[in-house]
């Protein structure tokens, strides 16, 4: 496997996708006439898309993997890595396609305050997560559903639940 080379923290790059990504949620709740289940939907469908081509460029010299878990081994290392500039800290699964990666210092959500006003939007800020995790999995021939849980800010579990092909 290719090792993807990560930008630094303050690189152009890194600077626009972090502005970018702390808007994206703050757009859909403020300016969108929508149910919070529609706008988490259309963001988790943004991120879908995002993920989908992001992981054929990044895969585009890789051998095809030998597994499901070597393609969530990527996901966890060097997909993980050029988004949130780290690793997964854990990675557990129970064989049966389930797979739960914990991150303890995810990137969006370590400048959150705990106060139940922004708990109660972190489904926004998920949402486009959750869907570059699926749409990397989706180009890499897996099928998935993919939820994230808060329980201490900034620590964030992200589920993959893997459907059968």
Known sequence: MNSVNSTSQNSPETIVFDLLYSQ??????ESMQLDLNAKVSKLEQIGFETGYRLVERLTRDTPRFKSDLDVVKFICKEFWS??????????????????????????????????????????CYLAFPCGLIRGALSNLGITSVVTAEVTDLPSCKFQIQAQAA
Do not use: C, I
């Open 24 to 29: 994206l949620p703050r757009y859909f709740s």
């Open 82 to 123: 050029v988004l949130f500039k780290k690793q997964v800290d854990n990675l557990r699964t129970n064989h049966q396609g389930v797979y739960v990666l914990q991150d303890s210092k995810f990137r969006f959500l370590s400048s959150m305050s705990a106060s139940s006003q922004y708990m109660a939007s972190t489904p």
